[in-house]
């Protein structure tokens, strides 16, 4: 059972480029997440999903797209990167039933700007 | 003000020892409770659910006080592999679950 898988694991990019990072769970959960994490900080939540087909912002969501076409998988695209982007990203994903669900983490995709 | 505040630490304490970690939420309209744990360069985990009598796992007590907004993880017999990042979240936005972090209380278990 490989939970919650993200691609690429590593990715160096020049200002400007876009590029997407894919997540793909195999649970069958309802809800998926995208989070950044900084040094010093906590996660920061960029966008979210509740189901296939439907997106939501988080709290950073400027200069990110997502996309949820398939159930299992939550693509974050960046379409013109940035040096502020560099971090770690991480995908996640949730049952939908009770608010008590933890959720499932990938093992995460470093991203450098240049 | 942060929505969820941890003491970054680091935590440095000799194996066997107890150790508290607090966190503070500010809002009262949060509902669900977690301890995630982190090891450096990995993905979080869930270590534990906090539920409002308190909880316990093994060597590890989980408290909620609801009045006061805030939480608190308490290990016992501390071992090396406990060495790790550990992260106060909370769920504020009712059953989408999205979840709000500290950003993590910093643990060195020495020898």
């Known amino acids: 059972n490989a939970g919650v898988t993200q691609t690429p694991k590593f990715r160096v990019l020049k200002t400007g480029q876009s590029m997407t990072l894919l997540c793909a769970q195999d649970m069958n959960h309802e809800y998926m997440y995208w989070y950044r994490q900084d040094p010093g900080m906590g996660l920061r939540l960029i966008h979210y999903?509740?189901?296939?087909?439907?997106?939501a912002k988080g709290e950073v969501p400027d200069g990110y797209n997502v996309s949820r076409l398939k159930k299992q998988n939550f693509l974050l695209g960046l379409e013109s990167a940035a040096p502020s982007q560099t971090s770690v990203y991480f995908c996640?994903?949730?049952?939908?039933?009770?608010?008590?669900?933890?959720?499932?983490f990938g093992d995460g995709t470093r991203l450098s700007i240049l | 003000r942060k929505e969820v505040e941890q003491d970054p630490g680091p935590f440095n304490v000799p194996e066997g020892a107890t150790v508290a970690f607090n966190c503070t939420y500010s809002n009262s309209a949060s509902q669900s409770f977690f301890w995630y744990r982190q090891d450096c360069r990995k993905e979080p985990k869930l270590l534990m659910s906090?539920?409002?009598s308190g909880n316990e796992d093994g060597r590890f007590t989980a408290q909620l006080n609801r009045a006061s907004q805030y939480i608190s993880l308490l290990i016992r017999d501390s071992k090396l592999s406990d060495s790790a990042t550990y992260l106060c979240?909370?769920?504020?936005?009712?059953?989408?679950?999205?979840?709000?972090f500290g950003q993590g209380t910093t643990l060195q278990v020495k020898p």
């Open positions: 999903s509740v189901g296939e087909g439907t997106t």
């Open positions: 979240v909370v769920n504020v936005a009712g059953n989408t679950g999205k979840l709000i």
């Open positions: 906090v539920y409002s």
């Open positions: 996640a994903s949730r049952d939908r039933q009770g608010g008590n669900q933890p959720q499932h």
